[in-house]
Structures are given as C-alpha cells and as structure tokens.
Nanobody
Framework: QVQLVESGGGSVQAGGSLRLSCTAT????????MGWFRQAPGKEREGVAV???????TYADSVKGRFTFSRNNAKNTLYLQMNSLKAEDTAMYYC????????????????WGQGTQVTVSS
C-alpha cells in the first residue's frame, strides 16, 4: 500500500508559476511508475507528466516546455514545477503511483493522492 499526499496548489495569475509536491509513504521510485494527472471540471482526467522506473518522463503536449517533473528519492517526494501557467491549466492535480512490471507504464495507476487545486486566472 502506498499513500500519496500532494501539496502546493493555489491560485495564480496567468504567466505565473507554482510547484506541486507529492510525498509517498514508502520508497517507490525504483520499481514504480510515478505521475502527475489533472482533471478540469467537465473534462476527462489526463496525464500531465509520467515517469517510469528508469526516470524517463513523458509530458502531455500541452505542458511541454512549461512543466518539469522531478523527484527527491531521499525524501520520497516528487515535484511538478509549473511555469508560464495558462487559464487552461486550471484543474485538480493528482499524484499517482503504480508498480511497473514491463518496459512501460501501465495505463491504470493504482495509488492516488487526494488532489490539490490549481486555479489560473487570466
């Protein structure tokens, strides 16, 4: 069982920055896929940044060049640095983790945090 706790959300004006943090209750990075997802009202949940157990990170096209996934293994914490925020980035952001058994991350993540709200005003 892995518990994930996010923090760092808030309200910001367009063009601003926020950094989200997610702390896991146990060390997961060597064998787990870790990711950030978001869901805006009325929209489906989408992957924002997903890293496999080797650390290879895939970003959604909409955030490439603006968002950066990173992690501090010693603190069991991963981060999402969000720069040049846009109104369309407004959503609930979730941290997620799931065991990786193959060469790539599965589509379904098992463990989820409670979410942290990001609101960007234009």
């Amino acid at each position: 069982q892995v518990q994930l706790v996010e923090s760092g959300g808030g309200s910001v004006q367009a063009g601003g920055s926020l950094r989200l943090s997610c702390t896991a209750t146990k060390y997961t990075y060597s064998t787990y896929c870790m990711g950030w997802f978001r869901q805006a009202p009325g929209k489906e949940r989408e992957g924002v940044a997903v890293a496999d157990s080797d650390g290879t990170t895939t970003y959604a096209d909409s955030v490439k060049g603006r968002f950066t996934f990173s992690r501090n293994n010693a603190k069991n914490t991963l981060y999402l640095q969000m720069n040049s925020l846009k109104a369309e980035d407004t959503a609930m952001y979730y941290c997620a983790a799931t065991p990786q058994y193959g060469f790539s991350c599965p589509e379904a993540f098992i463990y989820w945090g409670q979410g942290t709200q990001v609101t960007v005003s234009s």
